[in-house]
Structure formats: C-alpha cells, structure tokens
C-alpha cells in the first residue's frame, strides 16, 4: 500500500519523500481513509508509529488555503508535544509548496503577540488547551470555521482536570467539525467521555504493539541512595550515542542532572516545572546532541518522537508495564538497537517478574566490575533466566563525559 493509493495528493506525496517517508505505517494505512472521509476516529498506536501524519495528511486535504480563517485545532498536552506537532506541520507545507499556516498557542510566551499572530488568520492552530481556551474566550481565537479538532494524547486530556478546557473548545466549534482522538493508550479509560462527545466515534488499533526486538532488556540491583551513582557509573560503562533516563519527579530529574554535571557528564533536565524557553533549550541541545543525556519525567517526555536514542535508563521504576513499554520504546527506531536498564531496589525485584510475564521479555541481571559491565545472577524475587549476553559497549561514539581538560589525542 502507498500513499498515492491511499488518496493522498502528488503534491503531499512528493513532500513525505523529500522527508525521505515513502511507505505509509500500519496506523496510517487504517486512519487515512476513515479520516479522509469526514470521520470521527479515536487513533491506537504506540508512539513513533506515525500518529501525528495519520492525522496531519487529512487535514491538509480538507483545508481550503484561499480561506483566511482557522479551520484546524489540535490540542496536545505539553509544550514540547505542541512544538513538534507544529514544526511538522510547517515542514509538511513547506515541502508540498501549500501556503499553509500553522500558529502555536502555549504558554509562557506573550498573548499579545499570538494575538497579533491570530490576525493574519492560521490555517492551524496547536496549543496547549489552556492558552486556546483563553484565547477563545477572549474571541481572538475564531473558531467557526473549523472544520478539524484534533485532541492529541486523548486519554490525559480527557481525564477529569483536563475535560473543562477541552468541553469549551469543542462548543466553540460547529456540530459538524470532524473530532480526532490520539493516544498511545486504548480508550477504555476515557471511553464514557468519548461515548458522550463522539457517539460514532471509530477506534481504529494497529493491535497490541509488541516490544521491539532489538531492545536489549537490563536491570540492576542497588540501594535508592545510590541510584544517581551506579547511573553515573552506568554512563561511563556503555558510552551512549544518546541516552534518556527516565525519573518520577521534576526534583529528581534537577538533582540528577546537577550531579552529573559535578562529574562532568552533560546532561539536561526535561519537567513540567521548567519555564517554557529552558524546556525548549533542553530539547534542541538533545536533539542536536550537544548534550549526550536527557533527564525527563514522563509528564514532560509523553509523546515525544526523538530519533537517535541508543540507551533508556529507568531511575525510578515504572509503576506499571504498559508505562515501561513506553519509556524504552524511545530507543531502538527503524531498526536500530537499543538498550534498556532499570535500576531498583531489592523490594522493587518482583517487578521485573511482572514485566517479563506481561511483556514477554527476558530482563538479564547485570552488575558492575571495575567500570565494566558484567551479567549477574537473578535475584530472588526476580525472574528466573541466567545472565544472557548484557548491553555491550558500543563501538565509535565518543565519552558522554566532559574532560576535565582538553585531551590532545583521543585512545
């Protein structure tokens, strides 16, 4: 199946090639007709698997650009999320040559300004849903002509404190507007809600996604307090290309990245509690690789499609399997491999049995001798595997330390 086949125009076509997109994905091949269409539709699929095109392409098939109103809102749940959904709808238009022109509304940044920018009229708005709202209850955000409402990562936005604002931005809309719901999550959390705002609602699922195969799964055992080390020692072990690490709290992920830097690892810290414009440092010094080491809450990372992610560490343990599937799906994209390491306590070891069981994955025990890793035994309350081949070292990439001073030739 191809996009051509799939009613997608030359002009877009020709654009998802120059971004070198040339096969549609599993979530694409069932949403675009059933979107194209005029549907409403609640899309499955885990992140990384082409959501936000299964959704974009349609809309840019249902605009009209010789109209100068907004005729798209797509709501995502953090600014990061915005930014990317937006950046890709500029480089779609871009590529194909349309005159498309999509505004992003978050916060931190000036209302006036927005306002001035709502002014020449977007083709599509993407926000976050409280600065949207504000917007359209100031009536500077014109909402009758939309024809698209897109409410990204669904089953956040439509839990109980994130409903008020997405009510209101619905009933700012035409009846007749076309609803899209997105997730990585299936719908049954939130499907009373989407019983009541989409009644004939299509839920299309690529299936359950499996764990990639080529994510090497690791744990090792270590007291709390010396989590922020063993990561540190970890670091320097594998030599990631490009790592995340995983943590609850925005607290955590500030003092994990501050002693780091002690050590000189670079490393940056990704929350909610961020202001907007050092969030967004953080993600272009990751994406760029200025920094090696991106320290993110799940909050703040949810959504988030980064390409060239070799490592995950987990510093705190995912309270669920479905969440640790989330976060080590990050690494290991179109066909790489990828590492994933957990660190945890002796009373967070039954979890690894959960896991494996739930998952059907194999988590090898590892341990560390003198700066090198090393397969260790199971652990009682853990899975009952041996060893296995642990995370080796990779070849070429150079230290994510920092050298305390300039080296004159590398070993």
């Given at each position: 199946?191809t996009f051509a086949e799939l009613a997608v125009p030359p002009d ?247 002693k780091l830097a002690h050590h000189k690892i670079l490393a940056a ?143």
């Open positions: 199946m877009l076509v020709a654009a998802l090639a120059k971004q070198a997109i040339t096969e549609p994905t599993a979530i694409q091949i069932a949403a675009l007709p059933v979107l194209l269409a005029g549907q409403d539709a609640y899309l499955n699929a885990e992140t990384g698997t082409g959501k936000t095109l299964a959704y974009l392409l349609p809309i840019f098939c249902r605009l009209d650009v010789t109209l100068a109103a907004t005729q798209a809102v797509i709501v995502a749940p953090t600014h990061e999320l915005a930014i990317q959904i937006q950046r890709q709808c500029c480089d779609l238009a871009q590529h194909a040559g349309w005159p498309v022109r999509a505004l992003l509304l978050i916060g931190g940044t000036s209302t006036e300004r927005q306002i001035d920018k709502l002014k020449k009229h977007p083709h599509i708005v993407v926000g976050s849903p409280g600065r949207i709202r504000e917007l359209i209850d100031l009536r500077k955000l014109k909402a009758q002509a939309v024809r698209t409402v897109v409410i990204d990562e669904a089953d956040r936005l439509l839990a109980a404190e994130g409903l008020p604002a997405i009510q209101a931005i619905l009933a700012a809309t035409p009846r007749g507007r076309q609803l899209i719901f997105a997730s990585a999550t299936d719908a049954q959390s939130c499907a009373a809600t989407l019983a009541t705002l989409a009644p004939g609602l299509v839920t299309l699922r690529t299936g359950a996604a499996p764990v990639n195969e080529n994510i090497e799964h690791l744990y090792l055992v270590c007291e709390e307090r010396d989590k922020p080390t063993m990561l540190r020692k970890l670091l320097h072990a594998l030599l990631p290309e490009r790592a995340m690490v995983f943590v609850h709290r925005a607290e955590t992920a500030r003092e994990v990245a501050a810290d990704l929350h909610a509690s961020l202001e907007k414009r050092d969030r967004k440092r953080a993600m272009d010094d990751f994406r760029r690789a200025a920094v090696r080491v991106l320290i993110a809450s799940d909050v703040a990372a949810r959504g988030l499609d980064i390409k060239g992610v070799t490592h995950v560490f987990n510093l705190d343990v995912p309270t669920q399997s479905l969440a640790y599937l989330h976060r080590v799906g990050r690494t290991a994209r179109a066909g790489a491999q990828g590492v994933a390491v957990t660190l945890m306590t002796a009373a967070e070891l039954p979890r690894v049995r959960r896991y494996e069981k739930e998952l059907g994955i194999v988590m090898h025990p590892v341990g560390l001798r003198e700066g090198r890793l090393i397969a260790a035994h199971a652990h009682p309350g853990a899975g009952t595997h041996g060893g296995g081949a642990p995370g080796r070292r990779p070849r070429g990439p150079a230290p994510i330390a920092q050298p305390a001073r300039p080296a004159t030739k590398r070993a």
